[in-house]
Structures are given as C-alpha cells and as structure tokens.
C-alpha cells in the first residue's frame, strides 16, 4: 500500500488561483533536477552521492495516484474493524493494529485510554 508523506490540501471551494500550477512546476524542475540535487545536498546530510540519487530517482513518487488514495481509507477501515473496548480498563484496544495482514508475527494490542 503506498505511503503519502505530505501534500498540499486545501477545501474544494477554495480559490488558490494557480497555485496548483505553481506547484506543479516547482515539482517538476525538483523532479528533472534530482541528480544535481542529491550530488548537492546528500553528502552535506552523510549520504553517498550514488543513495541519495537513487533514493530521489528510485524510492520517492512525486505525483499522487488513485492507489495513493485509497491508502487511507484502506487503513482507517482495518483499524476500526480491530478496535476493542475494554470495560476492565475502561479503555478502547486497538487490537493486532501493527499486523495489519494478520499473519500472527506480531499481535501487541495498543490501548488509548478515554
């Protein structure tokens, strides 16, 4: 399931004028510039140059996609179908939420208490 780091979000009633293109081509020349970039700054952050341009070029998605998406949704309907209260400690359990696919290689249960 792929993992949105960040975003920029706003209401769909809100008039960002051309931001979204502004946006967009800031991406754009990031993206078309990956290799100068991680030559620059990866060894100053203790990276080879070589990881920092694979991890730029290979590793991180720079656009997001409708499985992007459905992440979220996907998440959130697995942790309520796992979430347990608990009348002794008068607390909800999120049961098994580390193991999502529920193979038994881990179970801890986390408690948040109300």
Not at 65 to 93: D, Y
Request: hydrophobic share 35%.
């Amino acid at each position: 399931m792929p993992f949105v780091f960040a975003a920029w979000a706003a209401d769909q009633d809100y008039d960002a004028g051309n931001l979204d293109e502004v946006l967009a081509s800031a991406r754009d020349r990031g993206v078309k510039n990956a290799n100068e970039i991680a030559s620059n700054i990866g060894p100053g952050l203790g990276w080879p140059v070589e990881l920092a341009q694979r991890y730029l070029t290979h590793r991180l998605r720079f656009t997001i996609t409708p499985r992007h998406k459905e992440g979220p949704s996907r998440v959130s309907s697995r942790w309520l179908r796992n979430l347990i209260w608990s009348p002794t400690s008068r607390s909800w359990c999120l049961h098994d939420f580390v193991n999502l696919n529920h193979s038994g290689a881990d179970t801890r249960d986390f408690t948040h208490q109300r």
